[in-house]
């Protein structure tokens, strides 16, 4: 542009360059950038600029305009409506839902088995889109089947676990490397060429980890290759659980139980709500009133959480002085301070019928909610300065300061309210208070307070019948978590309470009166009212309340569910689903499942046509793996040790594999059909939890030299890693 004296095109320069472009033959840049990534659109191209270029052939004079007429979508009224056969098979194919899998979908992690639920309420439900797989035409699935087959795991995909041709399989060739399902140590035996001598695995990280990888029938093992033939591609599927605290959650009721959908002005006033918002009871809650006996902590659940148990909790002279030796070794005996109720045998009360049926939840106990202040004294330990306790109607039966026996070195204002002004006229003292509390306590007491172990510490008094709000109201990710007594106030009673914390303390009172409350209402509603299940609600459930489409008829207008898994021919078990099938092996199951989706000929049990949701549970597999024994102490257990060769292995995943063909064979058109695994290999993680327990039951009574067990923090990691490969399941999803 230097040499030119204009800066901008004359019209004369696009008119020559337009007309040149007219009658040049060449095509553009962007075609030609086209061409080169893709070769095989030059006879497109090439097509399509001989049939805008050449005019001979199109009826028109050269160089005249041509009429182009576009057609109309839209119809005009009158017009005929008839489609010819072929275009209508051609739309309502073209109408068929199908999955894909994109490797620009938002998934970030391993799947977890609640997003396949997700899928399953998206097709048929009210569920959201899935942000991990692409589902067209979704509201064209009429039936979904999922199926929970335990034994299948990633290694044996990427040939960690080695597996056979199933015609191989059943020689008996002594050289084959065994594989072991549950041995003294529930650990695989395997040879050194079966599966590396590594450690176990920890969390996978690499995306290649848990992004879904296509199947390939070139790189499978022969057992495996009729997958491929069904699914495009392997889903890692973590099961629920807590990697910090090292337990796996049931991946059947994750996939069973649904959360309530919320409206929109529930997530709005959520978003204004900074304190705990208030359970919501939704359209299938019903109360179940519960006497509170039902809620007095077992004797596991005592312990369990640290306290002190009384000797009339134990049925024999054995766990007796066990639980003398674990006592005093605690300091926790009458030499020490401590006093026992006279309770001699923890039974129940014979309950009237009429306080049955009057609503009187105490079942004809004495009912007494109390709470406790503490201070530090001298040797950092904990000491009484207040009581309060309240009977079941809130009337105060006792409400006093205590003085401990040795010097308060703290007397921690912030929580427990105490002052040295207010303790200095003080003259009760700790065997005092026991000694009423021993006229006032009985067999026919129960006890109510929120982590009651740290008052009955500082009583030092035992009491066997216990009702611990914290435990009946369970922490969201499980014990040994536990919820405030702020929080579940907040969250269930919609009262806020312990506000002077950090500054005057806290009411004894205030908190005693709360615990009561937190009790009656988990009486009126029922043992459920406070746990994971109460927030949710079964998948059966929340799809019973959706519309079948193109079902005028009344009685099956709305989505019907059955559940196919092992069990007794008699059993009359009736859950949320709406139909049961029991069976006894992997072959019934196949038959349940069957019958399931296609319905009964007469309708007498399963209605023609079969119902909307399936889900079933082969078990085989997992029987012959060890994963179903109770494999955290199974030399105790007098069960006998179980191995499989790798020809028994290899000949159980090819007959499971084939049941999934079989299943999969009689599903009709347009089924959305799921196959997890729930868990990876739980041995190791199960035995390692059993020698941590026993290690803790033993370190409470004997010298570090006497134990049978010892815990380091190397058995941690390996426990640690054992969770973290036990979470990783296996899943597959497709559409018929």
Known sequence: MGHNSHRKRSRVHYEKNEAIDRHSPNIGLGATLSQLQDPDQADVLEATKSSLGDD????????????VRRHSKRRKSGQSTKVSSDRAGSKKENNRPCLTFAELHKLHSSLKIIDLQGLVLYCLADGVSPQWISVRHHAQVTKAVVLLVPGIERDMFDGTIRLLDPISSISDDPTLPAVSTADETNVQQCSM????????????RSPDDYLPFPLRLDRLPSPLKPLAKIFSHFLPVNAPGDDKYYKVHSPVQAILTSPIPKSQGDRNGEKLMKTPRLPRENSTWRN???LITSFIASNEELQDNEYAIHPACFENDKEREENVIRRRYAKQLKEFGWVDTEVKVAEDVEISDWQRNSGDFTAGRTVLALDCEMCQVEGDEYALTRISIIRWNGEVVMDELVIPDKPITNY?????????AKLASVTTMLPDIQARLLDLFNENTVLIGHSLNADLNAMKITHPFIVDTSIIYPHPRGPPLKSSLKYLAQ???GREIQLSHGSTGHDSIEDATACLDLVKQKCEKGVKWGTSEASGESIFTRLSRMHRPGTPNAENMYR???????GRKDQKTRGPEKHWIPCSNDEE??????????????GAVMPGGGVDFTWARLRELETLRGWSNDFRNPVSSGTSILKASLAELSSAVSQTVQNIVSIHAILPPCTLFIVYSGTGDPKDMGRLQEMRRRFKQEYAIKKWDELSVRWTDIEEQALRRACAKARQGAGFVTIT
Request: glycine share 14%; net charge negative; hydrophobic share 30%.
């Open 56 to 67: 001979t052939d199109s009826g028109y004079p050269p160089g005249e305009w041509k009429v």
């Open 193 to 204: 060429d079966e599966i590396p001598n590594e450690p176990l695995p920890g969390p996978r």
């Open 288 to 290: 179940e009133p519960t």
């Open 412 to 420: 921690l204002t912030q929580y427990s309210g105490m002052t040295a």
């Open 491 to 493: 969250k269930y009673l």
């Open 560 to 566: 019907l569910g059955a559940r196919v898994d092992y």
């Open 589 to 602: 199951v196949v038959g349940g499942v069957k019958r399931a989706v296609l319905g009964d000929d007469d």
